[in-house]
């Protein structure tokens, strides 16, 4: 029987099965009915509609290729060429475009692990029919994966197991799986999904109940997410979708995860008990150089959509033709090309893996990592120096516009340049705040910052990938080429002269 994605009907009724979320100190019935998910829930089913939409099909779907027939997310399944990796970043685009790419964690994000699965089952030893099992089962359905692989700031001093009270591990192992305790820092978008994956990055382990990678379903008993401030109930309060076009329907609300004897059953597991292969798992698993991938095209989306924010702006505040003003647009149409272009190359030119398969090349992956942590912030810099007051020359509310005794003045005094509307200027603005400005605006300056780690954790991992790959020896060989071809006494290659009688004459008294 041939298998298809779910439909967005179909994921929004795959939410309604008892998970434990709590936002504003009560727990949440439903999910897909809650002020603070509703309109998340609805713009993620909108992507799983356009896995049917003959307008979108060519470009984002492809065969399965676990086992059986039916079709499937493209990212969801082995790429084997530069070709594929290209469709890849095709479909990538095309959901990211869905979202305005501001849902950083779309259920393709996950893919970029369980579009492993397949080729790499082998690595998982004991386990590696699990992830065969996985690979076939996240195909069928195109499931919602989240991830938590960062420890809770606490005591990170300390090593892993002297932190037992708070860090994610197997409190026992039984014939029906692990007991597992613990939380993680931050589970994003985990309200939405379907899974979360649990894996350790950063601290060294050294006992085997910490040496863990495995998925647990949201409903599962003992589960616990416990919600930061919602962005999207903020705004339903606060205001209208005319005030809050961004965080009213597109927050991913990052969650602290909290399992209490949660039992994960064996099928769920990946590794366990095997300090080594645990530590090697982000170097071998080839989820990094798919996760960079889909971050970076994802980012490159977002940026054409500021950037076509910050260019209608300064149309509307009538300062386009400003020299200066022109310039650092440029610099951001610069940031965005920068970004497609490193998505480009990392599909354009892939590197051989497993089985056949291939990854994005991981040298402009990590490029991706640095350059984000200081293109973004600096992309929002711009739009706060040249909108300026812009951004705030504004009322509070779409209400202010029906009450009869201000609304001539807001006509007249708040219209834009060029024949632009004061109710266009505002929907602009209010829309470019809510980008940068809002609380949703500034946790997306730190999620870009902080999407791929830490600033010098990103910049240490790719120094040491080139160290490992002997890619830095050639360099240092490269440079030793140079300086081989001459000494102290001058060129020491055959070609080349050095014009002894011109050097006397410059060493003249």
């Given at each position: 029987?041939?298998?298809?994605?779910?439909?967005?009907?179909?994921?929004?009724?795959?939410?309604?099965?008892?998970?434990?979320?709590?936002?504003?100190?009560?727990?949440?019935?439903?999910?897909?009915?809650?002020?603070?998910?509703?309109?998340?829930?609805?713009?993620?089913?909108?992507?799983?509609?356009?896995?049917?939409?003959?307008?979108?099909?060519?470009?984002?779907?492809?065969?399965?290729?676990?086992?059986?027939?039916?079709?499937?997310?493209?990212?969801?399944?082995?790429?084997?060429?530069?070709?594929?990796?290209?469709?890849?970043?095709?479909?990538?685009?095309?959901?990211?475009?869905?979202?305005?790419?501001?849902?950083?964690?779309?259920?393709?994000?996950?893919?970029?692990?369980?579009?492993?699965?397949?080729?790499?089952?082998?690595?998982?030893?004991?386990?590696?029919?699990?992830?065969?099992?996985?690979?076939?089962?996240?195909?069928?359905?195109?499931?919602?994966?989240?991830?938590?692989?960062?420890?809770?700031?606490?005591?990170?001093?300390?090593?892993?197991?002297?932190?037992?009270?708070?860090?994610?591990?197997?409190?026992?192992?039984?014939?029906?799986?692990?007991?597992?305790?613990?939380?993680?820092?931050?589970?994003?978008?985990?309200?939405?999904?379907?899974?979360?994956?649990?894996?350790?990055?950063?601290?060294?382990?050294?006992?085997?109940?910490?040496?863990?990678?495995?998925?647990?379903?949201?409903?599962?008993?003992?589960?616990?997410?416990?919600?930061?401030?919602?962005?999207?109930?903020?705004?339903?309060?606060?205001?209208?979708?005319?005030?809050y076009p961004l965080s009213s329907r597109l927050d991913e609300n990052d969650t602290i995860l909290v399992l209490d004897k949660v039992v994960i059953p064996w099928e769920n597991v990946f590794i366990y008990g095997d300090l080594g292969k645990v530590q090697m798992f982000t170097?071998?698993?080839?989820?990094?150089?798919?996760?960079?991938?889909?971050?970076?095209?994802?980012?490159?989306?977002?940026?054409?959509?500021?950037?076509?924010?910050?260019?209608?702006?300064?149309?509307?505040?009538?300062?386009?033709?400003?020299?200066?003003?022109q310039s650092r647009l440029g610099e951001v149409l610069a940031w965005r090309n920068l970004f497609w272009g490193l998505s480009d190359a990392a599909a354009r030119n892939p590197v051989p893996w497993k089985n056949?398969?291939?990854?994005?090349?991981?040298?402009?992956?990590?490029?991706?990592?640095?350059?984000?942590?200081?293109?973004?912030?600096?992309?929002?810099?711009?739009?706060?120096?040249?909108?300026?007051?812009?951004?705030?020359?504004?009322?509070?509310?779409?209400?202010?516009?029906?009450?009869?005794?201000?609304?001539?003045?807001?006509?007249?005094?708040?219209?834009?340049?060029?024949?632009?509307?004061?109710?266009?200027?505002?929907?602009?603005?209010?829309?470019?705040?809510?980008?940068?400005?809002?609380?949703?605006?500034?946790?997306?300056?730190?999620?870009?910052?902080?999407?791929?780690?830490?600033?010098?954790?990103?910049?240490?991992?790719?120094?040491?990938?080139?160290?490992?790959?002997?890619?830095?020896?050639?360099?240092?060989?490269?440079?030793?080429?140079?300086?081989?071809?001459?000494?102290?006494?001058?060129?020491?290659?055959?070609?080349?002269?050095?014009?002894?009688?011109?050097?006397?004459?410059?060493?003249?008294?």
């Amino acid at each position: 029987m041939a298998t298809r994605p779910m439909t967005g009907e179909e994921y929004v009724d795959s939410l309604r099965d008892g998970r434990e979320v709590y936002v504003y100190g009560e727990r949440v019935k439903d999910v897909t009915s809650h002020p603070a998910f509703h309109n998340p829930v609805r713009m993620t089913a909108r992507l799983y509609d356009a896995l049917h939409d003959p307008a979108h099909r060519d470009v984002l779907t492809c065969p399965v290729d676990g086992g059986g027939d039916g079709y499937t997310h493209r990212f969801f399944t082995t790429p084997r060429s530069a070709e594929d990796l290209v469709a890849d970043q095709a479909a990538i685009a095309a959901w990211a475009r869905m979202s305005y790419g501001w849902m950083g964690r779309s259920p393709d994000y996950k893919a970029s692990f369980l579009g492993t699965l397949g080729a790499n089952a082998d690595f998982y030893g004991d386990f590696a029919e699990n992830a065969r099992s996985w690979y076939r089962t996240s195909q069928e359905r195109v499931l919602f994966w989240n991830h938590a692989i960062v420890h809770p700031p606490v005591d990170r001093d300390r090593p892993p197991d002297e932190v037992a009270d708070v860090f994610i591990h197997a409190e026992a192992e039984t014939d029906a799986g692990l007991v597992v305790s613990g939380a993680k820092v931050v589970a994003t978008g985990s309200a939405l999904t379907h899974y979360n994956f649990i894996a350790h990055y950063g601290l060294p382990i050294r006992k085997r109940e910490y040496a863990l990678v495995a998925t647990v379903p949201m409903d599962a008993p003992g589960v616990k997410l416990i919600c930061r401030p919602s962005y999207t109930a903020t705004a339903a309060v606060a205001g209208s979708p005319f005030d809050y076009p961004l965080s009213s329907r597109l927050d991913e609300n990052d969650t602290i995860l909290v399992l209490d004897k949660v039992v994960i059953p064996w099928e769920n597991v990946f590794i366990y008990g095997d300090l080594g292969k645990v530590q090697m798992f982000t170097a071998r698993s080839g989820f990094p150089e798919r996760f960079t991938f889909h971050g970076c095209v994802r980012l490159a989306v977002k940026l054409e959509f500021l950037a076509g924010l910050l260019a209608k702006a300064l149309e509307v505040t009538g300062t386009r033709d400003f020299r200066g003003v022109q310039s650092r647009l440029g610099e951001v149409l610069a940031w965005r090309n920068l970004f497609w272009g490193l998505s480009d190359a990392a599909a354009r030119n892939p590197v051989p893996w497993k089985n056949g398969a291939v990854l994005p090349n991981p040298d402009y992956g990590m490029a991706y990592r640095w350059f984000m942590q200081i293109g973004y912030p600096r992309i929002r810099e711009i739009i706060l120096q040249d909108v300026a007051s812009g951004l705030i020359y504004m009322p509070s509310s779409a209400e202010d516009f029906r009450n009869p005794d201000i609304r001539p003045y807001l006509d007249k005094y708040v219209r834009g340049s060029g024949g632009t509307t004061a109710v266009e200027r505002v929907k602009l603005m209010k829309l470019l705040w809510d980008a940068v400005g809002t609380e949703f605006g500034g946790r997306h300056e730190l999620y870009e910052r902080n999407y791929s780690g830490n600033h010098e954790n990103t910049r240490v991992e790719l120094y040491f990938s080139q160290l490992a790959s002997g890619q830095l020896d050639g360099y240092r060989a490269f440079a030793e080429e140079c300086m081989a071809e001459y000494d102290l006494d001058g060129w020491t290659v055959p070609d080349l002269a050095s014009f002894p009688e011109l050097n006397a004459l410059y060493r003249r008294p």
